[in-house]
């Protein structure tokens, strides 16, 4: 073969003329003779195999030549054709590429049909790929229907055989065909074209999709076959950048590829180049590049979970990143470091670089968390996520990232929220200190242990010397001088030396003799030697062997010389061998002698391990405890997605057993009533989780589970949580589980003590199962007996507690609790039930027991609920309860009454009966009275409204239907008024009943009003504090019976509210007032200002109690919204947060109406601002502050403006002024309301030289101006100027000229005028339609804006009555009729027909 194939890089160079012994393409077939020349190609590849590909190229060339007019058979046909010669190449290859005897021509035939069947094959699959991705493959349709069936089923065949097609290429381009070229130096250009194809298939936008997984598999393998072994890295490098940033989906892609080729194909430097690559992007080209980034970043956030280790020597060139604009980027890069950290550098077991290196990527981590992107934060708290519950986090970090957590609670991001709770809820749930976390419970353990650690250090102190030098070093320090004097001792010099020796050594011989043996002489000199008298233990030593000749320790001395005394000296001092075992029970402590420490500093170590440990697991339970009551608040924000997470954290905290855990539990309780479905369910999905799903083998030991856990949720619960928990526990009765009946079980017998329980579990067992009866009744209605001998029986007075929770659960199966719309369900009046409950109430009544009261109110609500004539039962039970109370007083020895006197009877005695008794008696009256109340307008009207439907439908008959048409509306009409009529005349009975027959002089409840207003009007007699709240209360509920009766004792009412001591009665009286506000509006509507009045109690209770009730009427239009809300403004500062936060719901409630806010803003800020009221600066401007950010209309703030410069000219103080200002400077000002505060320029200018005044409007400019447009910002400027001017110069200097000049444009006069305030005009101004009337005084120029209080009369002083003086008047303490506030305005209401429905 002479010539050789080069592969071109267009398609059409080949039928170009090409170089020497170049094949060129010789004939081009036409697209009606291809089937023809495919058939000779295909029967050539039969009977000669691939090498007929040599021949045959052209015919292959040609369909590539005309692929756009070509059918696709036609490809689809050729196609499999060099499939064929590829796998047929890749199967005969392997014998002849290891054989030796391969001619230079066979070579060269083998190596252009390589390449001409693996450029065809590969042009055609790029062809056939642009075919399937053309829009109009896919939609368009054949012309016919057959042609339009062949197109998709082709669709359909590609996908399978565009993987036939690369197993081909992979497994010819596997094999070792690089000897086929010459020097084994494969041309770059047949590399290319089939790395071209591959790219040009990972383009597809389906390639990512999981049906498509077979061939991107074998995309990676080729490619990586072709970096291998074909040098294809920097190509694959520079490809892989440029598909990212044009294909985003194509990072995973990526991804994967990367890892296998790191991995499987040995090519790690591929890693190293990408990521180069990456690196070196600057921060403006990738602030630039939109899609580009995305996939940059995704593809290192999934390279990092697949291959980390690899990446690490290559993260110094991505943390440049970190420093950049492109926050997309710092995510990725923190992603990555979190991989590394959980996959590589974790555990106990790394080297120190490895560990620098962690805690330096730790410390990057943190310093994110700040980042001032809140993606970044919320991406890094995830990252701290995934490392926590791998449990990568080293334990020396735990407090500082739980901190930083915590702190991210506070973050403005609601991502950034909801990540830091769920690594919070990670920490909990991954903690290594303990199961239970509590801070008051580690307390005493962590004192104990640092107690114990510090005795130990004191005693190891005490022991060790100073400084630890050893022996042998002492004694090479003291050698020289002892040698010296041992040199001395032994040569004495004269004869008087002689002496004083000898009567030294008699000295010493008298020492020595004192001691008992050798080695308390031993002893001796080694204290000699340590205390430098080296003269004294040299002279000891040297006469000790002739005291001692026996002992070893001085045996050496037999030849006194000084090379012998050194010797036993240092014998002495350092000891050795045996000698020094023996020696050492006597000789002194040397420093030698630390082998016993070291158990004690063991000891010691371990000791302040511990207390470490200790402090780390309370430091942790202090930081989860916080984050608990600051995740409990996040209950109840507006952001659905944040409370599920808050909800998902409590749940955790539960199931972890975290102290304090229960309060986030309950706290969500009442989330069970949330408008929003997903919070509900979330709530509800919680409480099944934690509470009604329990664990257990049998389906006895569950239901004890749930019941128990359940109990302990209702220990301490408030009224508000057990209903809400009723909500969560009837659904679950409701729902047909199988453990109800169980469960039932074993509340019946907790309740009726077969099984052991304490008395609050008893009371939750019994709450439980009221609200197991809520679904279904017979729960309880099958065992009232049971109920009435254990909890109302004989022994109801030890335990009135047991007995309410009874009563609330019988409760429940009334028609009141369960809304039923047929035949009213009631008991006989001689059923046990209510035998028990009115002994028990008539007991109670003469006992002192605080919890009789609460028993009492639902006792009396179940006879009204459940009895048949409710009224006779209660009858005689208060005269049976008043009956004992005057046997009470008869057995005192103090008045001997008959059982049958009347009331007036028992006033006269009630100067020595108990207050405690009377003060129950007067509660039981109030109760009746109120039931009564209730009982003829909901049960007596709907009863008799049932009757009359009944009664209508008997009367329509069967002829009512055979009526004309044209008759039948007159009719319904004529029946809708009947209805309407009838409605009303069953109200006017009601209400006549009430007027004049509750209290009527034959009925007991008559008997009792004279001593409550007794009592009520005579707080100096009757002064016992339990007696004036039982009677107050008791008064307003009979108030409650008729207008009559509330008209009569209402400045009574007023009287205690204002003057009465207690706060309790003063909160009491505030609740029955807004009661009969209710019932009574017109009767009350004078008296508004004394219950707002209450908002400035000195008593916080009273405060709280009285803003509660105002919201409750103001919201529900009960009361009209008027000035006086700037009382409950005044508590948006109040000192009691909880206050605080009622006032601020006010506000946010009234909000929500239309305009109420603006229209009440000026007189608000009148009032506020009165020098009389002496508020503080800094407290107007938190209250404004809340109260304008509710102004967001732009029409609203204009208005505003206007009305606000009005007030100045009436303002005459420099305190009003500087409000006013202030005022204007907080509201978000617009253009239009800038222009407004322009125009109104005289009304604040000559105020302008107050600081007060000129600053707020000087910050209104400041605002302005940022983001303003350039016209706009002009006219700020020149305001701005302006206002300086004034303010520097006074107005007079400033604007006379202006003034002027103005008058001159506009016509006017221009004589130099006077500038002053101007007044506002004496008459009234009618306003254009579409314009606010300014808020303008017509008082003349010394009236204020700020509503004056009335000043009445001096009021009379109001004198009590008391034990001294009891001949006075017994409505002494009541208002005068000068102090009643006359009805100004009438409420309208709505008919008595329907607030009787409601």
């Known amino acids: 073969m002479s010539w050789d194939f080069l592969v071109p890089v267009c398609v059409g160079d080949l039928v170009k003329t090409g170089g020497v012994n170049q094949y060129v393409v010789q004939d081009v077939v036409t697209p009606n003779q291809l089937p023809s020349y495919l058939r000779e190609f295909k029967a050539a590849l039969r009977s000669h195999g691939p090498m007929c590909i040599l021949e045959h190229f052209d015919t292959g060339y040609s369909v590539l030549q005309h692929s756009n007019s070509v059918e696709l058979a036609v490809k689809e046909d050729t196609l499999q054709l060099l499939i064929q010669v590829v796998n047929g190449l890749a199967a005969s290859l392997p014998t002849l590429l290891v054989s030796s005897s391969l001619s230079a021509t066979e070579r060269k035939e083998k190596l252009n049909a390589v390449k001409m069947s693996i450029f065809l094959l590969c042009k055609l699959t790029e062809s056939l790929e642009s075919y399937s991705c053309r829009p109009s493959f896919v939609t368009a349709?054949?012309?016919?229907?057959?042609?339009?069936?062949?197109?998709?089923?082709?669709?359909?065949?590609?996908?399978?055989?565009?993987?036939?097609?690369?197993?081909?290429?992979?497994?010819?381009?596997?094999?070792?065909?690089?000897?086929?070229?010459?020097?084994?130096?494969?041309?770059?250009?047949?590399?290319?074209?089939?790395?071209?194809?591959?790219?040009?298939?990972?383009?597809?936008?389906?390639?990512?999709?999981?049906?498509?997984?077979?061939?991107?598999?074998?995309?990676?393998?080729?490619?990586?076959?072709?970096?291998?072994?074909?040098?294809?890295?920097?190509?694959?490098?520079?490809?892989?950048?440029?598909?990212?940033?044009?294909?985003?989906?194509?990072?995973?892609?990526?991804?994967?590829?990367?890892?296998?080729?790191?991995?499987?194909?040995?090519?790690?430097?591929?890693?190293?180049?990408?990521?180069?690559?990456?690196?070196?992007?600057?921060?403006?080209?990738?602030?630039?590049?939109?899609?580009?980034?995305?996939?940059?970043?995704?593809?290192?956030?999934?390279?990092?979970?697949?291959?980390?280790?690899?990446?690490?020597?290559?993260?110094?060139?991505?943390?440049?990143?970190?420093?950049?604009?492109?926050?997309?980027?710092?995510?990725?890069?923190?992603?990555?470091?979190?991989?590394?950290?959980?996959?590589?550098?974790?555990?106990?077991?790394?080297?120190?670089?490895?560990?620098?290196?962690?805690?330096?990527?730790?410390?990057t981590l943190q310093e994110h968390l700040h980042d001032t992107h809140a993606h970044v934060r919320a991406r890094v708290l995830q990252v701290y996520t995934r490392i926590v519950n791998s449990k990568a986090l080293p334990l020396c970090r735990y407090s500082e990232v739980m901190e930083l957590a915590v702190g991210r609670l506070m973050d403005k991001s609601i991502n950034a929220v909801k990540s830091a709770i769920q690594l919070l809820a990670a920490f909990i749930a991954q903690n290594p200190y303990s199961c239970k976390l509590s801070s008051t419970d580690l307390k005493k353990p962590l004192e104990k242990e640092v107690a114990k650690l510090r005795e130990l250090k004191e005693k190891l102190q005490g022991k060790a010397p100073v400084a630890v030098i050893k022996a042998s070093e002492l004694w090479a320090a003291m050698e020289p001088e002892l040698l010296i004097t041992v040199r001395a001792e032994l040569e004495p010099t004269s004869e008087a030396e002689k002496e004083q020796q000898e009567d030294r050594e008699d000295g010493d011989v008298?020492?020595?003799?004192?001691?008992?043996?050798?080695?308390?002489?031993?002893?001796?000199?080694?204290?000699?030697?340590?205390?430098?008298?080296?003269?004294?233990?040299?002279r000891l030593c040297m006469r000790a062997h002739s005291c001692f000749p026996e002992s070893k320790i001085f045996a050496s001395l037999s030849t006194l010389t000084a090379e012998t005394v050194i010797d036993t000296l240092a014998l002495i001092f350092k000891g050795s061998g045996e000698d020094n075992v023996e020696l050492s029970q006597n000789l002194p402590p040397t420093p030698q002698r630390e082998s016993a420490k070291e158990g004690e500093d063991e000891e010691i170590k371990k000791q302040e391990m511990l207390v470490q440990y200790l402090r780390d697991t309370e430091t942790f339970a202090l930081q989860v405890e916080r984050a608990i009551s600051v995740i409990n608040t996040m209950l109840y924000w507006k952001t659905t997605s944040v409370v599920q997470e808050a909800v998902q954290f409590c749940v955790t905290v539960c199931e972890f057993s975290v102290a304090n855990s229960v309060s986030g539990v309950r706290k969500m309780l009442p989330l069970v009533w949330s408008t929003d479905m997903t919070v509900k369910d979330a709530v509800i999905q919680a409480y099944r989780r934690l509470y009604l799903n329990p664990r257990g083998d049998t389906i006895r030991m569950k239901a004890h589970t749930l019941v128990d856990s359940l109990s302990e949720l209702m220990v301490d619960a408030s009224l508000g949580t057990i209903q809400c928990l009723e909500e969560i526990v009837q659904e679950f009765f409701g729902s047909g589980n199988n453990l109800q009946s169980t469960v039932v079980q074993v509340l019946w017998e907790r309740f009726t003590g077969k099984r052991e329980t304490s008395g609050l579990h008893r009371r939750a067992a019994v709450l439980l199962l009221g609200m197991a009866a809520r679904a279904e009744s017979e729960v309880v209605l099958s065992n009232l007996d049971t109920l009435c001998s254990v909890a109302l029986g004989e022994k109801v007075t030890d335990d009135f507690l047991l007995a309410r929770d009874t009563v609330t659960t019988i409760c429940n199966i009334t028609d009141h609790v369960r809304q039923s719309k047929g035949a009213p369900f009631r008991l006989p009046q001689d059923h046990q039930l209510f035998s028990c409950l009115t002994q028990a109430i008539a007991e109670g009544v003469v006992m002192e027991d605080h919890y009789w009261q609460s028993f009492m109110e639902q006792a009396v609500r179940l006879i009204y609920f459940l009895a048949e004539s409710p009224d006779q039962l209660c009858s005689r039970l208060l005269q049976r309860s008043a009956r004992l109370l005057l046997d009470q007083i008869a057995e005192g020895g103090e008045i001997n009454n008959d059982a049958g006197q009347n009331a007036e009877a028992s006033q006269e005695s009630s100067e020595q009966v108990n207050c405690v008794c009377l003060a129950q008696l007067l509660s039981l009256c109030g109760c009746v009275a109120f039931w009564q109340v209730s009982y003829l307008e909901r049960s007596v009207s709907s009863e008799l409204r049932r009757r009359r439907g009944e009664r209508e439908e008997k009367e329509k008959g069967p002829s009512t239907k055979a009526k004309q048409p044209s008759s039948e509306s007159a009719m319904e009409e004529e029946l809708g008024l009947i209805g309407a009529s009838a409605e009303d005349t069953e109200a006017e009975l009601i209400r006549k009943i009430c007027e004049t027959e509750l209290l009527a002089e034959e009925n007991l409840l008559c008997a009792f009003l004279p001593l409550l207003v007794k009592v009520c009007s005579s707080p100096g007699r009757y002064s016992h504090p339990q007696l004036t709240t039982a009677a107050c209360l008791a008064l307003s509920q009979y108030m409650m019976i008729s207008p009559s009766v509330c008209e009569e004792n209402i400045r009574l009412m007023f009287t205690v509210l204002e003057r009465s001591t207690l706060p309790v009665v003063r909160a009491n009286a505030i609740i029955a007032l807004g009661d009969l506000t209710v019932r009574f509006p017109n009767i009350l509507e004078p008296w508004t200002q004394n219950l707002y009045a209450r908002l400035s109690d000195e008593v916080p209770s009273v405060r709280r109690t009285a803003v509660t009730v105002l919201t409750q009427l103001v919201l529900k239009d009960v009361l009209k919204v008027k000035g006086q809300v700037s009382e409950v403004a005044v508590l948006l500062i109040d000192p009691e947060p909880h206050i605080t936060s009622l006032a601020l719901n006010f506000f946010n409630e009234l909000a929500s109406k239309d305009n109420a806010i603006y229209n009440l803003l000026p007189d608000i800020i009148s009032r506020l601002s009165d020098p009389e009221r002496g508020m503080s600066a800094d407290d107007f401007n938190t209250i404004m502050k809340q109260l304008f950010?509710?102004?967001?209309?732009?029409?609203?703030?204009?208005?505003?403006?206007?009305?606000?410069?009005?007030?100045?000219?009436?303002?005459?103080?420099?305190?009003?002024?500087?409000?006013?200002?202030?005022?204007?400077?907080?509201?978000?000002?617009?253009?239009?309301?800038?222009?407004?505060?322009?125009?109104?320029?005289?009304?604040?200018?000559d105020k302008l030289t107050e600081p007060g005044v000129y600053e707020p409007l000087l910050s209104i400019t400041a605002k302005l101006r940022r983001g303003a447009k350039l016209q706009f910002k002009a006219q700020i400027e020149e305001f701005e100027k302006r206002l300086s001017a004034v303010h520097t110069r006074g107005l007079e200097n400033v604007e006379s000229p202006e003034m002027e000049e103005e008058n001159q444009k506009g016509g006017g006069p221009t004589e130099k005028t006077v500038v002053r305030t101007p007044l506002p005009p004496r008459g009234r101004q009618k306003s254009r339609r579409g314009q606010t009337k300014p808020s303008v005084s017509s008082h003349g120029d010394d009236s204020f804006v700020t509503p004056q209080k009335s000043r009445r009369s001096k009021k009379p002083v109001i004198t009590f009555s008391s034990d001294e003086d009891e001949e006075e008047d017994e409505q002494d303490a009541v208002m005068a009729e000068s102090e009643t506030p006359k009805v100004t305005t009438p409420i309208a209401r709505t008919s008595r027909r329907t607030r009787l429905r409601n």
């Not at 596997?174 to 047949?190: A, G, K, N, R, T």
């Not at 060139?317 to 550098?345: D, F, K, N, Y």
């Open 141 to 363: 349709p054949g012309k016919s229907g057959k042609k339009g069936k062949a197109g998709g089923e082709g669709l359909q065949q590609w996908d399978s055989e565009r993987e036939t097609v690369l197993q081909a290429l992979v497994q010819l381009l596997q094999l070792d065909i690089c000897s086929l070229w010459s020097l084994s130096l494969v041309e770059e250009e047949f590399v290319s074209c089939v790395t071209c194809c591959c790219y040009k298939l990972l383009e597809n936008p389906t390639i990512s999709h999981v049906k498509s997984k077979p061939t991107r598999d074998c995309i990676i393998h080729l490619l990586g076959v072709l970096i291998k072994k074909y040098n294809h890295l920097l190509g694959a490098s520079v490809k892989v950048i440029q598909l990212l940033q044009h294909f985003e989906q194509l990072s995973s892609v990526f991804a994967q590829a990367v890892s296998v080729w790191a991995k499987e194909y040995g090519v790690r430097a591929i890693i190293g180049e990408v990521i180069r690559e990456i690196g070196q992007k600057s921060s403006d080209e990738l602030v630039r590049e939109g899609s580009g980034v995305k996939a940059f970043a995704s593809f290192l956030s999934e390279l990092s979970t697949l291959v980390p280790e690899i990446m690490i020597p290559n993260i110094s060139v991505l943390i440049t990143h970190l420093e950049g604009e492109s926050h997309t980027m710092r995510v990725a890069v923190c992603e990555v470091l979190g991989e590394i950290l959980v996959q590589v550098l974790c555990g106990d077991d790394l080297d120190e670089s490895s560990k620098a290196d962690r805690d330096r990527f730790f410390d």
């Open 510 to 538: 008298g020492e020595e003799n004192e001691a008992e043996d050798d080695r308390a002489t031993a002893v001796k000199i080694a204290q000699y030697l340590r205390v430098n008298k080296y003269r004294n233990a040299v």
């Open 1189 to 1245: 950010s509710y102004i967001t209309k732009e029409r609203q703030t204009e208005s505003l403006v206007e009305k606000l410069c009005q007030r100045f000219r009436t303002a005459k103080t420099e305190r009003q002024w500087c409000d006013l200002a202030m005022s204007l400077s907080l509201l978000s000002m617009c253009e239009r309301g800038f222009k407004r505060l322009h125009e109104c320029w005289e009304c604040y200018s």
